[in-house]
Each structure stands twice: as C-alpha cells, then as structure tokens.
C-alpha cells in the first residue's frame, strides 16, 4: 500500500488526504494543532474545516511532523505559500530521501517572487524528478463531498506523474497528467488574483459583462506571463488555466472571491480579514505576482490593479475606472 504524508490539515490538505485515503493509499494527516488530530482520530472528522465530512479509517491524523513523514512515498505540502519556506526547512530532515513532494500550494512567494516548486528545489534540494504539483478547479467542500471534479497532476518527469496520478484517481477524482510544471502553477496563483478582481466586481454590484472581461482578460494575462517564463501556451486552456480560473470565479466557496467581494462591498482589508477564517492566497501574492511580472517585462494591468486596491487602498471604483481608461490596443496585444 502506498503511503503518503499530507502536511497541512486545512480544509483542501483534508480533502485531498480523504482523495487519496479513496485511491487505496495510507495517509498520515499533519496539523500543528494535537488537540485537533486527537479530534479527527477519534472522530474520523476535521470540525474546524470539513465539518460533517467523515474520513476513511486509512486516514490518521497526526501532530508530529516525524510521524507523518516516516517512510512516505508522496510528501504532499498543503499549508499556506508564504509559510512553505520556512515549515519545509524544519521539516527536511525528516523526510525520505527519495519521497516525492507534491505541491498543493497556489502562490508566489513574497520577496523572491518564486514558485513553489522552486522554493521546494531550493529548501529541500531535490531534483526536479522528484517535485510535483496538483492544480485544477478543485474546491475542498465539493470533493470532500465526493463531487466529480478533475484535475492536473504535473511533473518533468512523465513516470513520476502517472505514479501520482494513480495514487489519487477516485471515480470521483480524476487526475490528468502534465509535464509542464511552470504553467501549472501560474494558473493555480494567478488565478487567485482575478478571482479577487471578480469578487471585487461582484461586491460593486457590477454584472456579467464585466465578470466575463475580467475572467478572460484575467487569463490574457496569466498566458502573457507564462509565455515569458517558457509554460506550454496549451495548459491554460486546461484545467490548470481556464478549469480552475472559472472555478474560482464563479463559486460562493472560492476564499478568493469571497474575500474581494468583501472588499467590494466596502469592506476595508483589516475588516474582511477578520471576517476570513483561511487563507486566500491572492491577498499576498497579488504582489509577488506583480513583481514576478516586472522582473519580466509582462504588462499585467488587472493584477496592478487588485494591488492597488488590496495593498495601497484605492478605492475600487476609482480603481476600476483607471482600468477601463487605459490605451485602447488590439485584443491579442
């Protein structure tokens, strides 16, 4: 039986190790939190993030991080982007020498304006055979309440995503392979940025015209940045591209949208960060994906302006109105 340590016990990290638990794989569920593994042992569910989704027995929840990693075939690393540094530099020593780390991460880190992939390689020092990530419309209450939803599981190495991918293939979750690791994770992050854009439409009380603009705009500029950093233009009209930027843009259950509906409501970022109970990623990298685009000449004017309302306060209807004013260009420009 394959073994699979999940580090991350959050809502998706719970989800997927429910996935793969389906799949036939034993998993060792990692929280920080004991009191909470104690809980989903002996209830066989997560209450502060699935609440009434109850987990295989092939689930066991863990609060020590040794315990989870021990002979692990697939290390999957579920927890907040901006942490994955410095969690993942505590955490290799204890990992197998030849697990391969499967990113469910979708951000860009601040400062470094790295992909998850490239700060595992980093931290860990693995080879890029052994680093994987899972990308797609792939929101956690759905597929933990075994919803048909599909999925990429990519990797440079083809044998090493078709390993992965039969460690996760449920008849509910189906996993399509993919080399092209660099494209997979721009659609995962970027498109936690226009799904903040959307929200912030949706709260302005703005209608579909505008959503529509924004999701293929959005996806305009997320190809524009791929094709500077080397992606295949082919996976964002898949599910790591299109697949997952409708999902989020579209679902009441995207932390994303919720959070930039909020703000459109009027809501100030310390307000609707009180009001947020888990992380949605696009509220920090927004900037780091900016960065990352300066870096390399890549205009991305809906992102430039989800920072500016998100970090520098203006307001979203002034905001939206530089937008709509800047020069008029051909649409493949």
């Not at 315990?67 to 290799?92: C, G, K, M, Y």
């Not at 951000?107 to 700060?119: D, F, H, P, Y």
């Not at 300066?294 to 937008?323: C, D, F, Q, S």
Request: net charge negative.
């Amino acid at each position: 039986m394959t073994r699979v340590a999940v580090f991350g016990n959050g809502s998706w990290g719970t989800a997927f190790a429910m996935v793969l638990a389906d799949a036939g794989c034993e998993v060792a569920l990692w929280g920080r939190r004991t009191e909470l593994a104690d809980t989903i042992n002996s209830t066989r569910v997560n209450p502060d993030y699935l609440p009434g989704v109850r987990l295989p027995d092939a689930v066991q929840a863990t609060a020590d991080p040794a315990q989870a990693a021990r002979d692990a075939e697939f290390t999957v690393l579920a927890i907040p982007s901006q942490t994955l540094r410095d969690n993942l530099a505590h955490w290799r020593p204890l990992l197998p020498a030849d697990t391969v780390l499967v990113s469910l991460m979708k951000g860009i880190e601040l400062g470094t304006a790295k992909r998850m992939s490239e700060v595992i390689a980093e931290v860990a020092d693995a080879p890029e055979d052994r680093i994987a990530v899972l990308s797609g419309p792939n929101l956690a209450r759905e597929i933990a309440d075994r919803q048909p939803a599909a999925s990429v599981v990519a990797c440079r190495d083809e044998q090493v995503a078709r390993r992965l991918q039969a460690a996760c293939h449920t008849p509910y979750f189906r996993p399509y392979t993919n080399t092209d690791v660099v494209g997979c994770e721009l659609g995962g992050a970027v498109k936690n940025v226009i799904g903040l854009a959307v929200g912030i439409a949706d709260g302005m009380g703005l209608g579909d015209n505008a959503k529509a603009s924004l999701i293929t705009r959005g996806l305009a500029e997320t190809s524009r940045l791929g094709a500077a950093l080397g992606a295949d233009p082919a996976t964002f009209a898949g599910l790591a591209g299109m697949g997952d930027l409708v999902a989020t843009c579209s679902s009441p259950l995207s932390r994303n949208h919720t959070f930039g509906t909020n703000l459109g409501r009027g809501m100030t970022l310390e307000e609707t960060i009180a009001v947020t109970r888990q992380t949605a990623e696009g509220v920090k990298s927004c900037q780091s994906v900016l960065d990352l685009a300066t870096r390399h000449g890549v205009e991305m004017p809906i992102t430039e302006t989800v920072v500016n309302i998100v970090h520098l306060g203006k307001p979203p209807l002034v905001a939206l109105k530089e937008l709509m004013s800047r020069s008029a260009k051909a649409e493949g420009a």
